[in-house]
């Protein structure tokens, strides 16, 4: 099992307890990663990022490096569709993948149920209650991406090759064409 630059909780000095570095949605997904065996790296930002672009700013690469994983309604299923972070998705494109005739963007409320993640922190793993996960075929053309990767001031980086693998995502075409 390779796996770089997972942070272990530290002991605290006063506690024989374990403490955590991380909140829990990010430990989910760092214990889904040590679990998968992934060769992936978690990060903690100084600042949150409200949006891609910030993201992309905050880790020093390009914007189409930052992976967008968007929930959507498909037929009251929940599809979670991923994009580079210089497009939007299709909802169209989304709707045809998951074999559906509409796809809307989830409400916030939906989209904590679904992922148990908060909006616009919503890492492309663990998503045991969702059906399908999609990734736009563009992001395969990168050697590695940054997604999220449970907080707004945390994020993953691994290959395209390993998001699809962790995720079980379907490569297709979900983005807008701009």
Same mark, same amino acid.
Request: proline share 8%; with cysteine.
């Given at each position: 099992?390779s &796996?770089a630059? &997972?942070r272990?909780?530290r002991r605290?000095?006063?506690?024989?307890r374990?403490?955590?570095?991380?909140? $829990?949605p990010?430990e989910r997904?760092r214990?889904?990663? &040590?679990r998968?065996g992934? $060769?992936?790296r978690? $990060?903690e &930002?100084?600042?949150p990022?409200?949006?891609?672009a910030e993201?992309a700013?905050?880790v020093?690469?390009?914007?189409?490096?930052?992976?967008k994983?968007?929930?959507?309604e498909?037929d009251g299923?929940?599809?979670?569709a991923?994009v580079?972070?210089d497009?939007?998705?299709?909802?169209?494109k989304?709707?045809?993948a998951?074999?559906v005739?509409?796809?809307?963007v989830? +409400?916030?409320e939906?989209v904590?149920a679904?992922?148990?993640?908060e909006?616009?922190a919503?890492?492309?793993?663990p998503?045991?209650?969702?059906d399908?996960?999609l990734i736009?075929r563009?992001l395969?053309?990168?050697?590695?991406?940054?997604?999220?990767?449970?907080? +707004?001031r945390h994020?993953?980086r691994l290959?395209p090759?390993e998001?699809?693998?962790? +995720?079980r995502?379907i490569?297709?075409d979900?983005?807008? $064409?701009?």
């Open positions: 099992m &796996l630059c &997972l272990m909780p605290a000095a006063y506690s024989s374990v403490t955590r570095l991380w909140p $829990e990010v997904v214990t889904y990663l &040590l998968a992934a $060769e992936a978690v $990060e &930002l100084p600042l990022t409200r949006t891609a993201a700013r905050a020093g690469c390009d914007l189409d490096r930052i992976v994983a968007l929930v959507l498909c299923r929940p599809v979670v991923m580079p972070g497009r939007r998705a299709d909802p169209g989304v709707a045809r998951a074999g005739t509409k796809a809307r989830a +409400s916030p939906r904590r679904a992922t148990g993640f909006p616009g919503v890492a492309p793993f998503l045991p209650q969702v399908r996960v736009d563009s395969l053309r990168h050697d590695w991406v940054w997604a999220g990767a449970g907080s +707004s994020l993953v290959s090759a998001l699809v693998r962790l +995720s995502a490569v297709t979900v983005a807008r $064409e701009e």
